[in-house]
Nanobody, 121 residues
Framework: QVQLVESGGALVQAGGSLTLSCAAS????????MGWYRQAPGEQRELVAT???????NYADSVKGRFTISRGTPKNTVYLQMNSLKPEDTAVYYC???????????????WGQGTQVTVSL
């Protein structure tokens, strides 16, 4: 069984910075991609940033130049450095990973429980 555990959500003032962390644990053979999504009240969950096992990142236009996604050591961790935060960044942030548990099993999509980020004026 695979688990994703996020941490780092907090209340921060506009213009401030915050770093989110996510660690995957359990039966893991390989991780194809890890990423962050967010969901504001009354809104659909949306992609924030993803990073592939090759290290290539992908960002939503709304966060380009402000957020940085990176993989940690070991490679089952992912971070989201968020700078110049705006009130519209307020949301629950979810960690996501596409993981193969064994060499012969298909990949599966996993989600963390979410961490609240609130940006005040």
């Amino acid at each position: 069984q695979v688990q994703l555990v996020e941490s780092g959500g907090a209340l921060v003032q506009a213009g401030g910075s915050l770093t989110l962390s996510c660690a995957a644990s359990g039966s893991i053979f390989s991780i194809l991609v890890m990423g962050w999504y967010r969901q504001a009240p009354g809104e659909q969950r949306e992609l924030v940033a993803t990073i592939f096992s090759t290290g290539n990142p992908n960002y939503a236009d709304s966060v380009k130049g402000r957020f940085t996604i990176s993989r940690g050591t070991p490679k089952n961790t992912v971070y989201l450095q968020m700078n110049s935060l705006k009130p519209e960044d307020t949301a629950v942030y979810y960690c996501n990973a596409v993981i193969r548990e064994t060499m012969t099993t298909p990949t599966r999509n996993y989600w963390g429980q979410g961490t609240q980020v609130t940006v005040s004026l």
